[in-house]
């Protein structure tokens, strides 16, 4: 029994609960591989109206993949007969991404505390994103040399104007009030309110209308207004400054934009990993419009072709386990990152491509 993923049912609600708390329940392959199984059974089981996912501890809902195991697993053998972690841990992140994006009843996603990376993953794909005031949301990618996956090709462009742009490339961090504005959230809950919202589905009659309208309306009986959204002030400069196709062009904009902020923004893309930004420009501009599951084969062969680059390792390294934050990026800056070698982290990968579909 997997104890970092807590499994039950209370009357019509299936309940998860991610409990690697000193992880701040960031999603390793074991957490996968116990998830998966108990959501595609929760789908099939007619008492089961509804699922509920939450995280433990206090801090966190999920602070994302647990790409430590991932960079560590690099440069040796996986054990016979298995699959290298490197294409397992994303293959099956991803397929579980699918499964809650497709998923046949409300998936309502209780996000309180940090929720980063591989916590939209499990978030941002269900009916209901229930957010707190205690949210800190981002997709922090680039500051590791990754870019912004579990669907970040799909959700991102899907954000107000640029929004998701500015957000993919900077790894800024947003408060719920940011999080209702560019449509992550659905609705705003106080922290001190989700144990009583989870009593409250679990109490309610579902057979008297759809699944989906039973669980917004039990939610309707706690939510509140955020505060006004600290993203939305900069909306307009987000558009004028990263509506363009190059990165260099981004930074020239907000050389020209001139203010505190512009200056912030440019000094935090000037410590991300150059590869990185042009790839994750790349994704978002390849991907905008495209159907998810076509989304999930393309970032499926970005994360086989960029882990194995040495901007994933250095990246871990400086963040996750030295911690010093002053990677060495290799190439070192923008101008030395080659187009032909972004394009070739879109290469196909033949038999080993993940390609998916909707459930019939």
């Known amino acids: 029994m997997n104890t970092d993923v807590l499994l039950e049912t209370r009357g019509p609600v299936g309940l998860v609960t991610l409990n690697r708390t ?22 099939k089981e007619p008492a089961v109206q509804a699922v509920v996912i939450r995280g433990a501890g206090g801090r966190a809902f999920c602070a994302g993949g647990d790409v430590r195991a ?21 293959r099956e992140e991803y397929r579980l991404n699918h499964l809650i994006h497709h998923y046949p009843k409300p998936y309502l996603a209780l996000v309180d505390g940090i929720s980063m990376g591989g916590g939209l993953g499990l978030s941002v794909h269900g009916s209901h994103r229930v957010v707190t005031e205690r949210l800190v949301l981002a997709m922090p990618e680039t500051g590791i040399g990754l870019f912004p996956d579990v669907g970040g090709g799909w959700f991102l462009p899907r954000f107000p104007g640029e929004a998701g742009t500015y957000l993919g490339l900077t790894g800024a961090r947003c408060t719920a009030a940011d999080a209702m504005w560019l449509g992550y959230g659905t609705q705003h809950v106080p922290h001190d309110r989700l144990d009583a919202v989870v009593d409250a589905l679990a109490a309610a009659d579902w057979s008297a209308e759809p699944a989906r309208d039973v669980a917004t309306r039990v939610l309707s009986g706690f ?6 959204s600290p993203l939305r002030e900069h909306a307009r400069a987000i558009d004028r400054c990263f509506g363009k196709d190059r990165v260099e062009d981004i930074l020239a904009a907000l050389e020209a934009e001139g203010t505190s902020w512009a200056q912030e923004t440019r000094a935090t893309l000037g410590r991300m990993s150059p590869t990185s930004l042009k790839v994750t420009l790349r994704q978002l501009r390849l991907c ?7 989304v999930v084969t393309v970032e499926y062969r970005l994360s086989q072709h960029v882990t194995a680059l040495p901007d994933f390792r250095e990246g871990i390294r400086a963040v996750l386990v ?8 290799n190439p070192p800056t923008l101008a030395e990152v080659r187009d032909a070698d972004v394009e070739a982290c879109f290469t196909p990968l033949g038999e080993r491509d993940l390609v998916v579909s909707a459930p019939r």
């Open 22 to 43: 000193k992880a701040l329940n960031a999603l390793d392959l074991g957490m996968i591989r116990a998830l998966h199984p108990a959501l595609e059974a929760w789908a």
């Open 70 to 90: 991932v960079a560590a697993s690099l440069g040796s053998s996986a054990p016979e007969g298995q699959e290298p972690l490197a294409s397992a841990f994303f």
């Open 223 to 228: 939510t509140t207004s955020p505060w006004e």
């Open 288 to 294: 905008r419009g495209r159907p998810y599951d076509e």
């Open 322 to 329: 030295d911690k010093d934050n002053r990677p060495q990026w």
